[in-house]
């Protein structure tokens, strides 16, 4: 199995990593899998009022995020391969931006896919993001950080939020072809595409775990203490669950998340997704 690294972009290259005991060109052929990232309309434009529960529209200035490790394995974890190095993306630029591309894979389902979200070093690539943006990523030991402004009538919010925990997606699934479908499927000759979607609403649902979560920001502009238009993490973190009259706040399984800080900092590890809407089980790394 080879890496391509003319994909037309230094940050692909950059990352792009081989393992061995990839399959080699037997009967079955081989093919190629190249990954993308997005994040869709509501980080490069905006969440719009009428797509929360409360009016408010809430724009993106900055959604930085690093990307690492995705893997591309089978049911019985032969891994065939798996990207090295990571990048720094800012999800504000428009269009989807090119990750990692793998060659010569075998021809096969390949089942278990994954891909990390996790603190950025010395060494991550930049797309889009700035020297000084890896820098505060640096310094902060963050995963994610995000700059936004939040709006209703004349009253307006800003967010500037940075979380560290790292999430492993794994057991990823999307739909490809009109059928959900685990993982990738390498073709002999052909080239499977994969977005991993990176959901900017997901900070303001009002369920960790729920399907039917709704959108919300006026339990986050509410918590805005000494109201100098900023809400930090601390102003959430002062606010307990039970307080909170609007929405459901439901916890579900998850552990020791009393209040919105933690909820959101909880949100903040299920961004990750798969194919546009498929799912990826978010887990430690």
Same mark, same amino acid.
């Given at each position: 199995?080879?890496?391509?690294?003319?994909?037309?972009?230094?940050?692909?290259?950059?990352?792009?990593? @081989?393992? !061995?005991?990839?399959?080699? +060109? /037997? %009967?079955?052929? *081989?093919? $190629?899998?190249?990954?993308?990232?997005? &994040?869709?309309?509501?980080?490069?434009?905006?969440?719009?009022?009428?797509?929360?529960?409360?009016?408010?529209?809430?724009?993106?200035?900055?959604?930085?995020?690093?990307?690492?490790?995705?893997?591309?394995?089978?049911?019985?974890?032969?891994?065939?391969?798996?990207?090295?190095?990571?990048?720094?993306?800012?999800?504000?630029?428009?269009?989807?931006?090119?990750?990692?591309?793998?060659?010569?894979?075998?021809?096969?389902?390949?089942?278990?896919?994954?891909?990390?979200?996790?603190? @950025?070093? !010395?060494?991550?690539?930049? +797309? /889009? %993001?700035?020297? *000084?943006? $890896?820098?505060?990523?640096?310094?902060? &030991?963050?995963?994610?950080?995000?700059?936004?402004?939040?709006?209703?009538?004349?009253?307006?919010?800003?967010?500037?939020?940075?979380?560290?925990?790292?999430?492993?997606?794994?057991?990823?699934?999307?739909?490809?072809?009109?059928?959900?479908?685990?993982?990738?499927?390498?073709?002999?000759?052909?080239?499977?595409?994969?977005?991993?979607?990176?959901?900017?609403?997901?900070?303001?649902?009002?369920?960790?775990?729920?399907?039917?979560?709704?959108?919300?920001?006026?339990?986050?502009? @509410?918590?805005?203490?000494?109201?100098?238009?900023?809400?930090?993490?601390?102003?959430?973190?002062?606010?307990?669950?039970?307080?909170?009259?609007?929405?459901?706040?439901?916890?579900?399984?998850?552990?020791?998340?009393?209040?919105?800080?933690?909820?959101?900092?909880?949100?903040?590890?299920?961004?990750?997704?798969?194919?546009?809407?498929?799912?990826?089980?978010?887990?430690?790394?």
């Amino acid at each position: 199995m080879k890496i391509s690294r003319a994909m037309g972009a230094a940050a692909w290259a950059l990352a792009a990593g @081989a393992l !061995a005991g990839c399959g080699d +060109d /037997g %009967a079955s052929g *081989a093919g $190629r899998v190249e990954f993308t990232t997005w &994040g869709e309309d509501y980080i490069e434009q905006e969440i719009p009022a009428a797509d929360l529960e409360d009016g408010w529209s809430i724009q993106y200035q900055k959604f930085l995020f690093v990307l690492r490790n995705v893997t591309v394995a089978d049911r019985d974890g032969n891994v065939g391969a798996r990207m090295q190095g990571s990048i720094l993306f800012d999800h504000t630029k428009a269009g989807p931006k090119p990750v990692v591309a793998f060659d010569d894979l075998e021809a096969k389902p390949w089942e278990s896919v994954s891909y990390e979200i996790g603190p @950025a070093d !010395a060494d991550t690539a930049l +797309d /889009g %993001a700035t020297e *000084a943006d $890896r820098a505060l990523m640096i310094g902060a &030991g963050a995963s994610v950080h995000i700059e936004a402004t939040a709006r209703k009538g004349d009253v307006e919010k800003r967010l500037d939020w940075t979380f560290s925990p790292a999430t492993r997606y794994a057991d990823c699934k999307g739909e490809k072809a009109g059928k959900e479908t685990d993982g990738v499927l390498v073709t002999n000759g052909g080239t499977d595409t994969v977005e991993l979607t990176i959901h900017g609403d997901h900070f303001f649902y009002d369920d960790l775990q729920a399907a039917t979560a709704a959108r919300r920001f006026a339990p986050i502009a @509410a918590a805005d203490a000494d109201d100098d238009g900023a809400v930090t993490l601390e102003e959430l973190a002062a606010v307990r669950l039970v307080a909170i009259d609007e929405g459901t706040y439901g916890t579900g399984s998850a552990g020791n998340v009393n209040d919105l800080g933690a909820f959101v900092t909880a949100l903040s590890r299920t961004l990750g997704h798969f194919r546009g809407e498929g799912e990826c089980v978010s887990v430690d790394p």
